[in-house]
């Protein structure tokens, strides 16, 4: 199932999670996004604003191939990271201001634990802004699996939330 639709940042931050989930609660940081148990922190380029959102919501083992996920046009994205999360409880998309974003419905694990595959693009043209417009674009990719990982960078060209050691 696909599910296309906006989300309002806030503070460079919008929120895959439990509805009770502590936005600082994370074991695992990467470029894309923060993640905990129950908890996805997806890190924007925007200070403020909407975003274009893409929920790619798989459920059968019929839509995981070869290479361990559904297929993704490396050259159509900025930066790709994946992780998998403990996921005991619904998770939704929230809004740092606690605001259910409906259109996106619950994701659940009938394993307990769901992958997690984040897509971004654009986020480095209007960087630290508030926009009234979107100008980003994320792919979420997601299905049940395994236990838990820490983040898997797969591409990062866009240069920003750059990790330094």
């Given at each position: 199932?696909?599910?296309?639709?906006?989300?309002?940042?806030?503070?460079?931050?919008?929120?895959?999670s439990?509805?009770?989930?502590?936005?600082?609660d994370?074991?695992?940081?990467?470029?894309v996004?923060?993640?905990?148990?129950?908890?996805?922190s997806?890190?924007?380029?925007?200070?403020?604003?909407?975003?274009?959102?893409?929920?790619?919501?798989?459920?059968?083992?019929?839509?995981?191939?070869?290479?361990?996920?559904?297929?993704?046009?490396?050259?159509?994205?900025?930066?790709?990271?994946?992780?998998?999360?403990?996921?005991?409880?619904?998770?939704?998309?929230?809004?740092?201001?606690?605001?259910?974003?409906?259109?996106f419905?619950e994701?659940?694990?009938?394993?307990?634990?769901?992958?997690?595959?984040?897509?971004?693009?654009?986020r480095?043209?209007?960087?630290?802004?508030?926009?009234?417009?979107?100008?980003?674009d994320?792919?979420?990719?997601?299905w049940?699996?395994?236990?838990?990982?820490?983040?898997h960078?797969?591409?990062?060209?866009?240069?920003?939330?750059l990790?330094?050691?």
């Amino acid at each position: 199932m696909t599910i296309t639709g906006l989300i309002s940042a806030a503070h460079h931050t919008f929120l895959i999670s439990a509805a009770d989930a502590d936005p600082t609660d994370t074991y695992t940081t990467g470029q894309v996004f923060d993640a905990g148990n129950n908890l996805i922190s997806v890190h924007t380029g925007i200070a403020y604003g909407p975003v274009n959102v893409t929920l790619e919501l798989l459920s059968g083992e019929d839509h995981i191939f070869e290479n361990g996920g559904p297929y993704i046009d490396l050259d159509a994205w900025d930066n790709i990271e994946e992780v998998t999360v403990v996921c005991r409880e619904p998770m939704l998309f929230i809004t740092l201001e606690n605001e259910i974003v409906e259109d996106f419905g619950e994701l659940t694990s009938p394993k307990g634990a769901r992958h997690f595959r984040i897509a971004t693009r654009g986020r480095a043209k209007h960087w630290d802004l508030d926009v009234d417009t979107p100008s980003e674009d994320y792919l979420i990719q997601t299905w049940p699996s395994g236990g838990p990982s820490m983040i898997h960078e797969i591409k990062v060209t866009d240069g920003v939330w750059l990790n330094e050691e």
